[in-house]
């Protein structure tokens, strides 16, 4: 029976968009190409196998299967010291546009959809000179689990210009950010109107001014809209109260076209003990509070959906790759991994990495 090649032509083409890399080594002794190094570390990835050392492992192990389908030049695979000198040297902005175009492809968003923007450092990882974790900020698609974009930052200072930037750059207009108060900034609301957006933004100590307007008007003004939702769960029962006002101070003249004030009161009770936080909304949506229940619990689903999923299942937490780009440019092919699973019906990435593990054709049919 014939055997069955992948052509490398077609790989979105994945493989033709990572050969376009920089690539900084020296030519004199260069065995391997970038591309084919980026490839096979995905395809660990997506086994399961991480760190230097078990992607060496993969290749070993798999190293026939992948002779035969990714064809490198004289039969020669790349040894682990070779993909650790790479995933060091490869620049994590080109990744960056290169993971970018791949989501204008294959991410479909619709108008009011949410996208949560988060960052997250890795933990184990810290940088040459200034002794900091490497922080990643990501733009989440909630509703599919994907991500679109993503941005390095040095601190966590740092991330709302990175934050800033993905808005700027994302090319879907008409979505709703939501983010966490750190980015209630005007200058981001602005960002997010000039992309023809919506927002909600939950609002803290760190603009006291407009958090004591805003508990003025939950205290004094009417309830427009109500909702309330009721959950049980490992004998955890949590109620989320939502109520939304009409914008009643002209706060829109300080920050831009604010319509709505939202409430939301949850209250968690276990056997011996109740937990009640409160916090507050501003947004230029005119919706019910319905909508912003759903919508406003959605967000943590970028904890539990990318960065649990990271951390625990493709073992990002654990990982001791910590110099040059290499941190970055891995936590970047996590989150393609991740999206590659998603976008072809696997909801469960563990469960994913087990059924596919070690099948090298199939994992690289996934890529297509």
Same mark, same amino acid.
């Given at each position: 029976?014939?055997?069955?090649?992948?052509?490398?032509?077609?790989?979105?083409?994945?493989?033709?968009?990572?050969?376009?890399?920089?690539?900084?080594?020296?030519?004199?002794?260069?065995?391997?190409?970038?591309?084919?190094?980026?490839?096979?570390?995905?395809?660990?990835?997506?086994?399961?196998?991480?760190?230097?050392?078990?992607?060496?492992?993969?290749?070993?192990?798999?190293?026939?299967?992948?002779?035969?389908?990714?064809?490198? $030049?004289?039969?020669?695979?790349?040894? !682990?010291?070779?993909?650790?000198?790479?995933?060091?040297?490869?620049?994590?902005?080109?990744?960056?546009?290169?993971?970018?175009?791949?989501?204008?492809?294959?991410?479909?968003?619709?108008?009011?959809?949410?996208?949560?923007?988060?960052?997250?450092?890795?933990?184990?990882?810290?940088?040459?000179?200034?002794?900091?974790?490497?922080?990643?900020?990501?733009?989440?698609?909630?509703?599919? $689990?994907?991500?679109?974009?993503?941005?390095?930052?040095?601190?966590?200072?740092?991330?709302?210009?990175?934050?800033?930037?993905?808005?700027?750059?994302?090319?879907?207009?008409?979505?709703?950010?939501?983010?966490?108060?750190?980015?209630?900034? $005007?200058?981001?609301?602005?960002?997010?109107?000039?992309?023809?957006?919506?927002?909600?933004?939950?609002?803290?100590?760190?603009?006291?001014?407009?958090?004591?307007?805003?508990?003025?008007?939950? $205290?004094? !003004?009417?309830?427009?809209?109500?909702?309330?939702?009721?959950?049980?769960?490992?004998?955890?029962?949590?109620?989320?109260?939502?109520?939304?006002?009409?914008?009643?101070?002209?706060?829109?003249?300080?920050?831009?076209?604010?319509?709505?004030?939202? @409430?939301?009161?949850?209250?968690?009770?276990?056997?011996?003990?109740?937990?009640?936080?409160?916090?507050?909304?501003?947004?230029?949506?005119?919706? @019910?509070?319905?909508?912003?229940?759903?919508?406003?619990?959605?967000?943590?689903?970028?904890?539990?959906?990318?960065?649990?999923?990271?951390?625990?299942?493709?073992?990002?937490?654990?990982?001791?790759?910590?110099?040059?780009?290499?941190?970055?440019?891995?936590?970047?092919?996590?989150?393609?991994?991740?999206?590659?699973?998603?976008?072809?019906?696997?909801?469960?990435?563990?469960?994913?990495?087990?059924?596919?593990?070690?099948?090298?054709?199939?994992?690289?049919?996934?890529?297509?």
């Amino acid at each position: 029976m014939k055997k069955t090649r992948i052509n490398k032509s077609n790989m979105f083409s994945l493989y033709e968009e990572f050969s376009k890399l920089s690539d900084v080594r020296r030519a004199q002794g260069k065995r391997h190409p970038l591309e084919l190094v980026i490839m096979i570390v995905i395809l660990s990835i997506m086994s399961g196998w991480d760190g230097y050392r078990a992607v060496g492992d993969f290749i070993e192990k798999n190293k026939k299967e992948l002779i035969e389908l990714l064809k490198p $030049k004289k039969n020669r695979l790349p040894s !682990f010291s070779t993909i650790r000198r790479v995933m060091k040297s490869v620049n994590f902005d080109e990744l960056c546009v290169l993971f970018e175009r791949w989501a204008k492809i294959h991410i479909r968003i619709k108008e009011k959809e949410w996208i949560s923007i988060d960052g997250k450092a890795i933990r184990g990882t810290l940088s040459d000179d200034e002794k900091r974790f490497v922080n990643l900020v990501s733009l989440f698609c909630v509703e599919k $689990k994907q991500v679109f974009s993503m941005g390095k930052v040095d601190d966590k200072s740092n991330e709302i210009p990175k934050v800033q930037e993905l808005i700027e750059k994302f090319p879907v207009k008409k979505v709703i950010y939501r983010m966490d108060a750190m980015h209630c900034q $005007k200058k981001t609301v602005k960002k997010i109107l000039k992309k023809d957006s919506f927002y909600v933004l939950q609002v803290k100590e760190n603009q006291e001014k407009l958090l004591k307007k805003i508990k003025f008007i939950c $205290k004094y !003004f009417p309830i427009i809209s109500s909702n309330i939702t009721k959950e049980k769960n490992r004998g955890r029962l949590e109620k989320r109260e939502v109520c939304v006002y009409k914008e009643g101070l002209d706060l829109k003249h300080e920050w831009s076209d604010i319509k709505q004030v939202i @409430k939301v009161r949850r209250t968690v009770k276990n056997k011996d003990e109740k937990s009640e936080e409160t916090a507050f909304f501003i947004t230029n949506l005119s919706e @019910k509070a319905s909508f912003f229940n759903k919508g406003i619990r959605g967000h943590w689903r970028i904890e539990n959906s990318l960065h649990y999923i990271k951390d625990v299942v493709l073992n990002e937490d654990r990982s001791r790759i910590r110099t040059g780009s290499a941190p970055q440019n891995m936590s970047l092919l996590r989150t393609l991994v991740i999206n590659i699973f998603r976008l072809k019906g696997y909801s469960r990435i563990k469960q994913a990495t087990r059924l596919i593990s070690g099948n090298v054709k199939l994992m690289l049919s996934l890529l297509l």
